[in-house]
């Protein structure tokens, strides 16, 4: 029957690539409370075979030659892109341990390398780790940031080349430059002990999961020590050090609940310590500063967290302190500790925010920000002891800046703004913040940049996410450029399953209530329409990953809206992915989507699961991406679904999907002229689609 089905393929996918591609049915039928659910395409599971592969491959010519009559227009958004970076190139240099620390690119070469100078920049530089040579000869690198020892004579990093996640960790010595005999492989997280030669690593299992924690003795030989496992499949670990440097601590953490674990960084070898008892719902994460615990925490329904202090001592609840209490207006997103103040990072009306608190006065500074809509984020601030914190800011409008506050004075200090050659002048686009109601009445956020005369209604590129709680915030990306000079707007929905508007964004974004995230994106778009902005003939849409998985939910369900859709890493299979705990992510995610064995939360996954989902209807124009090594969204979730549409749909409309054959990852590749070249081509189809590639 094998070579019978192989044969068919053969025939079923002529090698002329401008006919589209009919996969084989190989009917599998499955059952779960009372409900039958046929799926045609499950054998694309079957990862290297030779049906598998030809399939795709078929696919990959397909759209090769759908997309030749855009090459001349890829090679000039290439050109485009790259003329606005600068190819050589680094980052604002970082003090630790005497030593000033920074990364540098240069032209013509994919990876950055790490340096670092001794006391200040006018010191011989030296370079720590080159990504570039560890690529030479391998079509993907990707690299964990690495870790100096405290004597700064060692460096930890971890290292992959397949795409699909999967580390091992490294340790060099940077007087000779060259790697110890350690290569442990499947490494997750790592960090240093005080005395230099300790490690501690987190491993993960088959399914991925990060869940045991080791103690390495550099150049000892043997059996590693076994510090802790986490026997929950729904908590994965995290070893990070402590930037007071006198703690390693472990973070056992899932979708709704944490609990942390700390051991003395100068007495490796004692049993880890728990901070307070692990209670479901309850999330908490762990600073350190003197004789005291700084923990952010939102138990007792505090959802938006608030802030305690513990006796290192004795952290029991009993003894917990508030020091900031929580606030239903205000998200306080993280929390840095330094010897002298600490930092507040919150989120107050869809905005990020940064306030600095000084331990000695009390004195609260907010740092302010004028635009409309924007992104912030801390730049590395590993030295415990100083009186400045940076920061890194950027809009749709402004490079990425790196900023650093003075905690006594206030005083902020500009360090650099990312350049941006090729004639790029800020002051031709601007910047808009609306909002879209939902069915519910809630006013979803949308953010809008366009350049200065376009015409209205404009062609418009409609971007989401929405799941996790991640806040999906406004940031620079000198790419759109290409599409605001040709007259496209380009928007971000920020809707509910993300962290834009604290906890109760996400909360009303998951689980039962998942279907407001779907909803609230057509909201978005009908919005963008009813104002004027576009029209559905002129709107694509576009997302990645969990935003894949919005692509196929909305596109089901108002497919006459959208004139074309990319979606990127699609998670659109999620019956079938959450039914089998042997992928990936699956256990630690029933927090996210639910658990389908469960029947409510089964219904209310099929609801809107795209791949279960797709009927005989017409669909927009679509360009579907992924990669073979994808670790988080496996390659055979978009295969699958593009075989189904292709199927059913009654349109004409193009139907793409291509497939990286060769290993790249969830973000696709890993060399930086290579992603250039991918966005070219997606921007390519847009434009296409768009009637926008004239230009």
């Known amino acids: 029957m094998g070579a019978m089905r192989a ?64 090459e001349e227009l890829q090679g000039r958004l290439y050109t485009e892109m790259l003329g606005r970076i600068k190819e050589t190139d680094l980052t604002v240099p970082v003090r630790e341990g005497g030593y000033l620390y920074y990364t540098k690119t240069e032209q013509g070469k994919q990876y950055v390398a790490h340096a670092r100078r001794k006391g200040g920049m006018d010191a011989p530089e030296e370079i720590i780790l080159d990504v570039n040579q560890l690529a030479e000869g391998e079509k993907f690198t990707g690299v964990g940031k690495p870790i100096v020892s405290d004597d700064a004579s060692q460096l930890l990093y971890r290292i992959d080349h397949t795409g699909f996640r999967q580390y091992t960790l490294h340790v060099r010595d940077l007087a000779s430059g060259k790697d110890a005999a350690e290569a442990i492989p499947r490494v997750d997280s790592m960090a240093w002990a005080k005395d230099g030669k300790t490690i501690f690593y987190v491993v993960e299992d088959d399914a991925k999961r990060p869940y045991r924690l080791y103690r390495h003795v550099v150049g000892a030989g043997g059996a590693d020590t076994l510090v802790y496992e986490e026997a929950d499949e729904r908590f994965v670990l995290n070893v990070e050090r402590s930037r007071s440097r006198d703690f390693i601590v472990l973070t056992a953490e899932s979708h709704t609940t ?58 029991a609840e009993a003894k917990w302190k508030e020091l900031v209490p929580t606030d239903a207006k205000v998200m306080i997103d993280d929390l840095d500790v330094f010897a002298d103040f600490y930092v507040l990072h919150e989120r107050r009306g869809g905005l990020p925010k940064i306030r600095i608190v000084d331990f000695h006065t009390g004195q609260s500074r907010q740092v302010e920000f004028p635009e409309p809509s924007y992104s912030l984020r801390a730049e590395p601030n590993p030295e415990f002891r100083t009186l400045a914190f940076r920061f890194r800011y950027s809009s749709p409008t402004t490079p990425e800046t790196a900023f650093e506050v003075d905690v006594i004075t206030g005083a902020r200090r500009f360090l650099k703004e990312r350049p941006v050659p090729g004639g790029y002048d800020r002051t031709r686009y601007r910047v808009e913040r609306i909002s879209a109601s939902a069915g519910d009445g809630t006013e979803v956020p949308i953010t809008l940049v366009v350049r200065n005369g376009t015409q209205l209604p404009a062609p418009l590129l409609l971007e989401g996410y929405g799941a996790y709680g991640f806040p999906n915030d406004a940031d620079f990306d000198s790419d759109i450029v290409s599409l605001l000079d040709r007259g496209v707007i380009v928007a971000t929905a920020h809707i509910r399953g993300g962290g834009e508007l604290g906890k109760r964004w996400h909360d009303e974004g998951r689980m039962k209530y998942k279907m407001n995230t779907f909803t609230d994106f057509i909201a978005c778009a009908e919005a963008l329409v009813a104002k004027g902005w576009t029209k559905p003939q002129r709107l694509a849409i576009r997302g990645r990953s969990a935003g894949g998985l919005l692509m196929g939910a909305v596109t089901n369900l108002r497919p006459d809206l959208f004139h074309a859709v990319v979606a990127d890493v699609p998670f659109v299979d999620v019956l079938n992915t959450m039914l089998d705990e042997t992928l990936p992510l699956t256990v630690g995610e029933f927090e996210e989507w639910g658990n389908p064995k469960v029947k409510g939360e089964y219904d209310l996954m099929k609801q809107y699961s795209p791949y279960d989902n797709v009927a005989a209807k017409a669909y927009p124009a679509m360009l579907v991406q992924s990669s073979l090594n994808d670790s988080q969204v496996m390659y055979f979730e978009p295969a699958k679904w593009v075989a189904k549409l292709r199927a059913l749909k009654t349109d004409k409309n193009p139907l793409l999907l291509r497939m990286r054959m060769e290993p790249a990852g969830h973000g696709g590749a890993s060399g930086r002229y290579d992603k250039l070249h991918e966005e070219a081509f997606a921007y390519a189809f847009i434009l296409w689609q768009l009637d926008a590639a004239r230009l």
């Open 7 to 70: 044969l068919w393929l053969v025939f079923a996918l002529p090698t002329v690539s401008s006919v589209p591609p009919v996969a084989p049915k190989h009917t599998q039928v499955s059952e779960l409370h009372g409900d039958k659910r046929r799926d045609d395409y499950a054998w694309m599971r079957k990862k290297g075979s030779p049906e598998v592969t030809k399939y795709l491959q078929a696919e990959n010519a397909y759209t090769a030659a759908a997309m030749r009559p855009t």
């Open 258 to 315: 944490t609990d942390v674990r700390v051991i003395p960084a100068d007495k490796p070898e004692a049993e880890p310590r728990l901070v307070a008892p692990r209670v479901d719902g309850r999330e908490y994460y762990v600073e350190h500063r003197g004789d005291l615990f700084y923990i952010r925490e939102n138990g007792g329904g505090r959802r938006n967290f608030r802030v305690v202090t513990a006796p290192t001592s004795d952290p």
